[in-house]
């Protein structure tokens, strides 16, 4: 998808569109768009942190799904 703001917005739309019963934003700050959150699921490729541990409340459930391999970097250690 990329990590741009229009690409965001693309995926957003096109999830709306096929998930009507989910709510589905394109947010222009992951720290903000963590804030009472439930769930959250890191699917990416990256070898940089893209999620910080400070950033997830305590409730909060996270997949890591894309950290699959040693030199992949999705969260960092305050969140493991």
Request: proline share 0%.
């Amino acid at each position: 998808v990329g990590r741009t703001q229009e690409s965001a917005d693309k995926f957003a739309q096109r999830t709306r569109a096929k998930h009507t019963d989910l709510t589905v934003i394109a947010s222009k700050s992951l720290e903000d768009t963590t804030k009472g959150t439930q769930i959250i699921c890191t699917v990416t490729s990256s070898s940089t942190t893209v999620l910080q541990g400070a950033w997830v409340e305590a409730a909060c459930h996270v997949n890591a799904v894309g950290a699959s391999i040693q030199t992949m970097r999705e969260v960092n250690e305050d969140l493991l």
